[in-house]
């Protein structure tokens, strides 16, 4: 708001031309062409876009997400790219950002040998009167305990 007032008063009162006040300001003449056209500045305000896509598809979304309410724990629910995928296999031509913005889960679900987490940590221990400290290392590797487990070779 200042700004357009500056540009106005250099402009306007001082004489300045436009583009020795483009480069004191360091702005585009263009700027400073819009900020002369107006007296006071207004700041317009856009209503939301039409969402046309969204708005078919949002109602086979909801059927979905309610669908694996049932099949999954809370925390495992469907992921935005799997729904993504169904859909455009039921035949809908939608992106990938429209479905990610509902409401999407991800899940807690992790595929044998998919991930690692390790962990690092020193333990000071006092015994005897003296004191002395041990470094531990854990690594833990993601498994599924449903897979069975590979047959024995003879």
């Known amino acids: 708001m200042d700004q357009v007032h500056v540009v106005r008063y250099k402009a306007l009162v ?17 700027t400073v062409y819009k900020y002369l056209k107006v007296s006071e500045p207004v700041r317009r305000e856009e209503g939301a876009r039409a969402r046309p896509v969204l708005e078919k598809v949002s109602p086979r979304i909801d059927e ?4 694996w309410n049932t099949r999954k724990s809370p925390k495992q629910r469907i992921t935005g790219t799997r729904l993504h995928q169904q859909l455009i296999e039921e035949g809908y ?3 990938i950002t429209p479905v990610r913005e509902k409401e999407v889960y991800i899940p807690l679900i992790h595929r044998c040998g998919d991930e690692a987490q390790a962990d ?4 000071t221990v006092e015994e005897d009167g003296g004191c002395f400290s041990l470094s531990h290392e854990e ?3 993601t498994q599924n305990l449903t897979q069975p487990a590979l047959p024995a070779t003879s």
Request: overall charge positive; charged content about 25%; hydrophobic content about 40%.
């Open 14 to 30: 001082e004489g300045q031309s436009i583009r020795r006040v483009a480069c004191e300001m360091g702005m585009s003449r263009n």
């Open 120 to 123: 690092f940590f020193q333990v």
């Open 64 to 67: 979905l997400l309610e669908g």
């Open 139 to 141: 690594v833990i590797y």
């Open 93 to 95: 031509k939608v992106g």
